[in-house]
């Protein structure tokens, strides 16, 4: 079998020799370098976040929001805000439509009617138009997993002041996430002309503010069933006590004979609200997409229940861009004090509302968010969410509405719509390395980067010291979100998107870009061309999520001519490609981090452990009584639910290659997502699953892709290299 090009025809057990020679440079590349270079490296980030709000013919809101943050290189962050609200338009007052014009002044039972406030007939008493302005201010220390900090916000009429933090602890290899929070408000309203005395008239006032006090608590847990389903359970308990009023609503007084609203009377509530609800929510990946679903029940002391189901399917569009619908319904009934009129011949009650939203409610919502990278132009990304909400309530109620009053809907349908758009810029700060090439390094994780692990990232330790245990996983995930970060092609703010955007320009490179390039160019010399470091442009036109949709000859065969290793110019650390031409180190960048994230374990201590990143896992050492860590290989029809071999290993790599998880099929067959650079195909008759045993995990997955890429010789190909594999 010829590996190389022609005239250059090693044994394979030179192929072997030089591949080990060509990772062991790799690996060697001084760590405290890299870590010297990366923690130089920082990112500002601004987002600019716009809100608006509209209800039709009633409230307007506009809301826009700058965000600055700096992350820094131990992972955390400090951030400020400034935002400010517009609010135009009115709501509901709670009083209710006449089909007349009142009389101005007489008295039925003991109520006087004594204002002027007529509306024409059937309309829904509001207040008048205006308008308002809010500012709003807070920062706070973005580091995880406790999140806490001041929320000062104030009005013309209104003021909050609070603190709310947070706590999470990852159990069980962080299969398990426990999360507990709670929060402390302390409010003031002093509405505008002083505080209405409640069902009252409202020409009594008092001027003193009105304080409200709230206490939340949170506890949460999380559970990873597999490696594509979490679940979530998670309660609250909110304590409000004080002033709980809505000082602009009132309630009309009604005469029981014409139904005729004479007179209106202010709202009164409770000075007590205790609030709880139960949320459970479920998110799975798919191949490429991810579903989401949500059931939420709420309860309180007033009386109301609810009930809220939220469904979300996320669907990638392409490789920077998706979009997610949405759709909520929600169902609440009415407090126990909610009324839409007292008659005047009744002795008004101790608590009384007519504010709608303490009604009985049914609400629809659908929506959709949309987002793409617009590292094209600039680092960041850009998102735009839009919702239509379609409420409705009880518009006839039997136990309050009178005969003339039947006409009128006394909940009329609310139709509003929402849309927020939200633009994120990411600042890099380039600095020197030590042998004065450009390095950078992002401090930020993009969603559409951290998505593409196939599987959670795992670090078992065999011991019983939790704080080593801890201080570990805390290297080896510093490690592994460097190299995402630094070398991931789904970012829009490191090196390889500077390569990729060049325009045919060269790009220097740092010491350990230029070894994983090198080792790139040394794994396509190795397969005479089949292992491409560029090839990753053909991501563009397949879709590998299961179904049976294949590009078609002409945009494979425009897709080819910006692939090929060999119209890379590569000398001296710098490369140059022509424009169009893209790299792509995932195929051996897992693997590295997987052994990069080894090494420095094993520097850190004699324990043994194992590294498991999605499936490609190093193993450091035997375990105490001399045992050997046991690892299953997927059964590929059954991913992440069944193991058909299990393998006994004590200190090396092992990695799988296949289609398993991503493939399309075509006229009968299952095509996995490695593709033959030269044809822009699939690999045809190729085994369903490969794994191989190493000295390390890079080289593992090396000898498993190219044996992958050998098709039907795949075992063949691996009988000749003196390795560990399993084929399925």
Same mark, same amino acid.
């Given at each position: 079998?010829?590996?190389?090009?022609?005239?250059?025809?090693?044994?394979?057990?030179?192929?072997?020799?030089?591949?080990?020679?060509?990772?062991?440079?790799?690996?060697?590349?001084?760590?405290?370098?890299?870590?010297?270079?990366?923690?130089?490296?920082?990112?500002?980030?601004?987002?600019?976040?716009?809100?608006?709000?509209?209800?039709?013919?009633?409230?307007?809101?506009?809301?826009?929001?700058?965000?600055?943050?700096?992350?820094?290189?131990?992972?955390?962050?400090?951030?400020?805000?400034?935002?400010?609200?517009?609010?135009?338009?009115?709501?509901?007052?709670?009083?209710?439509?006449?089909?007349?014009?009142?009389?101005?002044?007489?008295?039925?039972?003991?109520?006087?009617?004594?204002?002027?406030?007529?509306?024409?007939?059937?309309?829904?008493?509001?207040?008048?138009?205006?308008?308002?302005?809010?500012?709003?201010?807070?920062?706070?220390?973005?580091s995880?997993?406790?999140?806490?900090?001041?929320?000062?916000?104030?009005?013309?009429?209104?003021?909050?002041?609070?603190?709310?933090?947070?706590?999470?602890?990852?159990?069980?290899?962080?299969?398990?996430?426990?999360?507990?929070?709670?929060?402390?408000?302390?409010?003031?309203?002093?509405?505008?002309?002083?505080?209405?005395?409640?069902?009252?008239?409202?020409?009594?006032?008092?001027?003193?503010?009105?304080?409200?006090?709230?206490?939340?608590?949170?506890?949460?847990?999380?559970?990873?069933?597999?490696?594509?389903?979490?679940?979530?359970?998670?309660?609250?308990?909110?304590?409000?006590?004080?002033?709980?009023t809505?000082?602009?609503?009132?309630?009309?007084?009604?005469?029981?004979?014409?139904?005729?609203?004479?007179?209106?009377?202010?709202?009164?509530?409770?000075?007590?609200?205790?609030?709880?609800?139960?949320?459970?929510?479920?998110?799975?990946?798919?191949?490429?997409?991810?579903?989401?679903?949500?059931?939420?029940?709420?309860?309180?002391?007033?009386?109301?229940?609810?009930?809220?189901?939220d469904?979300?399917?996320?669907?990638?569009?392409?490789?920077?861009?998706?979009?997610?619908?949405?759709?909520?319904?929600?169902? @609440?009934?009415?407090?126990?004090?909610?009324?839409?009129?007292?008659?005047?011949?009744?002795?008004?009650?101790?608590?009384?509302?007519?504010?709608?939203?303490?009604?009985?409610?049914t609400?629809?919502?659908?929506?959709?968010?949309?987002?793409?990278?617009i590292?094209?132009?600039?680092?960041?990304?850009?998102?735009?969410?839009?919702?239509?909400?379609?409420?409705?309530?009880?518009?006839?109620?039997?136990?309050?509405?009178?005969?003339?009053?039947?006409?009128?809907?006394?909940?009329?349908?609310?139709?509003?719509?929402?849309a927020?758009?939200?633009?994120?810029?990411?600042?890099?700060?380039?600095?020197?390395?030590?042998?004065?090439?450009?390095?950078?390094?992002?401090?930020?994780?993009?969603?559409?980067?951290s998505?593409?692990?196939?599987?959670?990232?795992?670090?078992?330790?065999?011991?019983?010291?939790?704080?080593?245990?801890a201080?570990?996983?805390?290297?080896?995930?510093?490690?592994?979100?460097?190299?995402?970060?630094k070398?991931?092609?789904?970012?829009?703010?490191?090196?390889?998107?500077?390569?990729n955007?060049?325009?045919?320009?060269?790009?220097?490179?740092?010491?350990?870009?230029?070894?994983l390039?090198?080792?790139?160019?040394?794994?396509?010399?190795?397969?005479?061309?089949?292992?491409?470091?560029t090839?990753?442009?053909?991501r563009?036109?397949?879709?590998?999520?299961?179904?049976?949709?294949?590009?078609?000859?002409?945009?494979?065969?425009?897709?080819?001519?910006?692939?090929?290793?060999?119209?890379?110019?590569?000398?001296?650390?710098?490369?140059?490609?022509?424009?169009?031409m893209?790299?792509?180190?995932?195929?051996?960048?897992?693997?590295?981090?997987?052994?990069?994230?080894?090494?420095?374990?094993?520097?850190?201590?004699?324990?043994?452990?194992?590294?498991?990143?999605?499936g490609?896992?190093?193993?450091?050492?035997?375990?105490?009584?001399?045992?050997?860590?046991?690892?299953?290989?997927?059964?590929?029809?059954r991913?992440?639910?069944?193991?058909?071999?299990?393998?006994?290993?004590?200190?090396?790599?092992?990695?799988?290659?296949?289609?398993?998880?991503?493939?399309?099929?075509?006229?009968?067959?299952?095509?996995?997502?490695?593709?033959n650079?030269?044809?822009?195909?699939?690999?045809?008759?190729?085994?369903?699953?490969?794994?191989?045993?190493?000295?390390?995990?890079?080289?593992?997955?090396?000898?498993?892709?190219?044996?992958?890429?050998?098709?039907?010789?795949?075992?063949?190909?691996?009988? @000749?290299?003196?390795?560990?594999?399993?084929?399925?």
């Amino acid at each position: 079998m010829q590996l190389e090009p022609a005239g250059s025809t090693p044994s394979n057990l030179a192929l072997r020799e030089r591949l080990s020679k060509a990772a062991l440079a790799l690996l060697l590349v001084p760590s405290a370098t890299m870590a010297a270079a990366d923690s130089t490296a920082a990112t500002n980030q601004v987002d600019f976040t716009g809100l608006f709000y509209g209800e039709s013919s009633r409230v307007q809101v506009y809301e826009p929001i700058v965000r600055a943050t700096r992350l820094f290189g131990d992972g955390q962050s400090l951030s400020a805000q400034l935002g400010i609200d517009v609010i135009t338009g009115a709501s509901p007052s709670g009083a209710r439509p006449s089909a007349g014009v009142a009389d101005d002044d007489h008295r039925i039972g003991p109520y006087r009617h004594h204002s002027r406030r007529h509306h024409p007939p059937g309309e829904v008493p509001g207040p008048s138009r205006g308008a308002g302005r809010r500012m709003a201010k807070n920062h706070g220390d973005g580091s995880s997993p406790r999140r806490s900090g001041p929320t000062p916000r104030a009005k013309k009429d209104y003021q909050s002041l609070g603190v709310t933090g947070k706590v999470s602890a990852e159990l069980f290899q962080k299969l398990l996430t426990v999360t507990a929070g709670g929060g402390y408000n302390d409010d003031s309203v002093f509405p505008t002309g002083g505080t209405p005395i409640g069902l009252s008239d409202g020409t009594e006032v008092s001027n003193k503010s009105n304080s409200k006090k709230v206490t939340s608590l949170l506890l949460g847990v999380s559970r990873i069933l597999t490696n594509r389903w979490i679940l979530s359970l998670d309660g609250s308990r909110t304590l409000e006590k004080g002033y709980l009023t809505e000082p602009y609503k009132v309630i009309s007084i009604v005469n029981p004979f014409s139904g005729e609203p004479v007179d209106q009377v202010t709202d009164n509530r409770p000075s007590t609200r205790n609030r709880t609800s139960a949320l459970l929510s479920s998110a799975y990946h798919f191949t490429h997409d991810i579903g989401y679903a949500s059931y939420r029940y709420y309860w309180d002391t007033w009386g109301i229940r609810s009930n809220t189901v939220d469904l979300k399917y996320r669907k990638d569009l392409g490789d920077d861009w998706y979009i997610e619908p949405h759709v909520r319904y929600y169902r @609440q009934t009415a407090a126990d004090f909610f009324t839409t009129g007292i008659s005047t011949f009744l002795a008004p009650p101790e608590f009384a509302t007519a504010d709608y939203r303490l009604g009985q409610l049914t609400t629809l919502t659908l929506g959709a968010n949309f987002a793409f990278h617009i590292g094209e132009i600039i680092p960041g990304q850009w998102n735009l969410r839009a919702e239509y909400i379609h409420q409705t309530g009880n518009s006839s109620p039997g136990k309050d509405a009178t005969a003339p009053q039947s006409p009128f809907n006394l909940a009329p349908p609310i139709n509003t719509v929402t849309a927020r758009h939200w633009l994120r810029i990411q600042l890099l700060r380039s600095s020197a390395s030590p042998a004065g090439r450009r390095s950078t390094a992002s401090r930020t994780t993009s969603p559409a980067a951290s998505k593409r692990w196939p599987a959670p990232a795992r670090l078992l330790v065999d011991g019983d010291d939790r704080d080593e245990a801890a201080a570990l996983v805390e290297i080896a995930e510093r490690e592994a979100l460097r190299i995402e970060r630094k070398f991931s092609r789904y970012r829009a703010d490191n090196l390889i998107h500077e390569i990729n955007h060049a325009n045919g320009k060269p790009v220097e490179v740092d010491d350990e870009t230029a070894h994983l390039i090198d080792y790139g160019a040394t794994c396509w010399e190795l397969s005479a061309g089949l292992f491409d470091i560029t090839s990753g442009v053909l991501r563009r036109i397949w879709k590998f999520d299961g179904g049976n949709r294949v590009p078609g000859p002409k945009a494979i065969e425009t897709c080819l001519e910006r692939v090929g290793w060999g119209r890379v110019t590569w000398q001296d650390r710098t490369l140059s490609m022509p424009t169009g031409m893209e790299i792509d180190l995932g195929g051996i960048g897992k693997e590295y981090a997987v052994d990069r994230v080894a090494g420095l374990l094993a520097a850190q201590t004699t324990k043994s452990f194992l590294v498991n990143f999605g499936g490609d896992l190093f193993a450091g050492g035997l375990r105490r009584g001399q045992r050997t860590w046991g690892v299953g290989i997927d059964d590929p029809g059954r991913t992440g639910n069944a193991a058909l071999y299990r393998l006994d290993i004590a200190r090396a790599g092992l990695a799988t290659s296949g289609d398993a998880r991503r493939f399309v099929r075509w006229r009968g067959h299952r095509l996995g997502h490695i593709l033959n650079p030269k044809t822009g195909w699939p690999v045809a008759g190729a085994p369903h699953s490969v794994t191989v045993v190493a000295p390390t995990c890079l080289e593992a997955g090396t000898i498993s892709t190219l044996a992958y890429l050998q098709g039907p010789e795949a075992r063949t190909f691996l009988e @000749q290299q003196g390795v560990q594999f399993w084929i399925l």
